[in-house]
Antibody, heavy 123, light 109 residues
Framework: QVQLQESGPGLVKPSQTLSLTCTVSGGSISSGDYYWSWIRQPPGKGLEWIGYVYYSGSTHYNPSLKSRLMILVDTSKNQFSLRLSSVTAADTAVYYCARLRSDLWSGVYFDNWGQGTLVTVSS | EIVLTQSPGTLSLSPGERATLSCRAS???????LAWYQQKPGQAPRLLIYDASSRATGIPDRFSGSGSGTDFTLTISRLEPEDFAVYYC??????????FGQGTKLEIK
């Protein structure tokens, strides 16, 4: 059973860079059927897709975050990471890593999620 | 960008009743790329439905999905106490990426 676990600082100062890592266990991040994704949820609000990375390193980002965003993959560690620069209070959220399954016949959907980690942007 | 609008924002029903949740897209979405999730307080979302109408592994058959084009529906045939939660629809587009609806809160009446 594949499990995903987020890790990283829970508090980031305004204007700094938010960095999180997702460790994948129980399966290989190099599986070709999946994209490795980040999603966030501000307190009391809905879900916002941030972006995803393929094991090859190719990425697709939410246009609203693209200028500040980088998602990287490290296949040797079975991990992928999120870097969001120039953060403000509006970036305070629970950040989830998730596995995005991509299948020609059954579609594209998030079939496995981490438990989420709260990141607060505050001085 | 494809915007998903869910209605109603809040749905108040009693256990045993039928729930019908709507998800409307701002432009046509392939049904293959439409999914539904359930989220309970303090938990990560859980996949319920993919490909608009296929139940995920372990999801009870009281959950069903339907729709095409711009209008999609999640139906819960007979509500159980554990079904009261927030529900999100999600779509994927090859050029636009993913997006979620704003959610429907299903609460006990």
């Amino acid at each position: 059973q594949v499990q995903l676990q987020e890790s990283g600082p829970g508090l980031v100062k305004p204007s700094q860079t938010l960095s999180l890592t997702c460790t994948v266990s129980g399966g290989s991040i190099s599986s070709g059927d999946y994209y490795w994704s980040w999603i966030r949820q501000p307190p009391g609000k809905g879900l916002e897709w941030i972006g995803y990375v393929y094991y090859s390193g190719s990425t697709h980002y939410n246009p609203s975050l693209k200028s500040r965003l980088m998602i990287l993959v490290d296949t040797s560690k079975n991990q992928f990471s999120l870097r969001l620069s120039s953060v403000t209070a509006a970036d305070t959220a629970v950040y989830y890593c998730a596995r995005l399954r991509s299948d020609l016949w059954s579609g594209v959907y998030f079939d496995n999620w981490g438990q989420g980690t709260l990141v607060t942007v505050s001085s | 960008e494809i915007v998903l609008t869910q209605s109603p924002g809040t749905l108040s029903l009693s256990p045993g009743e039928r729930a019908t949740l709507s998800c409307r897209a701002s432009q046509s979405v392939s049904s293959t790329y439409l999914a539904w999730y359930q989220q309970k307080p303090g938990q990560a979302p859980r996949l319920l439905i993919y490909d608009a109408s296929s139940r995920a592994t372990g999801i009870p058959d009281r959950f069903s999905g339907s729709g095409s084009g711009t209008d999609f529906t999640l139906t819960i045939s007979r509500l159980e106490p554990e079904d009261f939660a927030v529900y999100y629809c999600q779509q994927y587009g090859s050029s636009t990426g993913c997006s979620f609806g704003q959610g429907t809160k299903l609460e006990i009446k």
